[in-house]
């Protein structure tokens, strides 16, 4: 399964390509704070099945290959992840432990790239309208047809009504 590279989660945005979180409490001055690969990794499988549990056991495997002292090292980047996330509140975690099970990541989403579908839709949009009132120009009924004028010249004329009359 293919992640899409940038979530927030909580009030930070995660680049999982980049292994950076970016503090958004202030999006002008936001900093990076660089991840180290293997904590990043575990974020990222959180991440990616968020909301359901991941077990130790599966974070061990697939993060440090069953090596010696994977226990120690996945508390260690759990706690390294909260600290970074300011997860403080007990209550409402953002990563939650599950006793004796493994833990499960809350409060995520995935951050849609802004790019130039906005402007490109709004540009077929416009011209979307500008065609349709063009066409609105161009077909509009012309109105009431103005009476012919009538003959400047009377005396030709009755010549020619005197021609067509029989006598």
């Known amino acids: 399964m293919?992640?899409?590279?940038?979530?927030?989660?909580g009030d930070?945005?995660?680049?999982?390509?980049?292994?950076?979180?970016?503090?958004?409490?202030?999006e002008k001055a936001a900093k990076a704070i660089k991840v180290e690969p293997r904590v990043?990794?575990?974020?990222?499988?959180?991440?990616?099945n968020s909301p359901d549990l991941v077990t130790r056991q599966e974070l061990i495997e697939e993060v440090w290959d069953n090596y010696g002292g994977a226990e120690d090292a996945l508390n260690q980047?759990?706690?390294?992840?909260?600290?970074?996330?300011n997860d403080k509140d007990k209550?409402?975690?953002i990563i939650e432990t599950i006793p004796k099970k493994g833990y499960r990541l809350n409060r995520i989403e995935e951050v849609k790239k802004k790019g130039n579908h906005n402007i490109i839709l709004y540009a077929i949009f416009s011209f979307l309208i500008i065609l349709l009132l063009i066409l609105l120009i161009?077909?509009?009924?012309?109105?009431?047809?103005?009476?012919?004028?009538?003959?400047?010249?009377?005396s030709q004329q009755e010549n020619n009504m005197n021609h067509k009359r029989p006598r």
């Open 2 to 9: 293919s992640l899409a590279s940038n979530y927030r989660i």
């Open 12 to 26: 930070f945005r995660v680049n999982l390509r980049s292994n950076e979180l970016f503090d958004m409490k202030n």
């Open 40 to 48: 990043m990794k575990v974020l990222e499988i959180l991440i990616r």
């Open 77 to 85: 980047a759990v706690s390294q992840l909260r600290k970074i996330l």
């Open 91 to 93: 209550k409402n975690r």
């Open 138 to 154: 161009k077909n509009r009924s012309p109105g009431p047809v103005p009476a012919p004028e009538a003959p400047q010249n009377t």
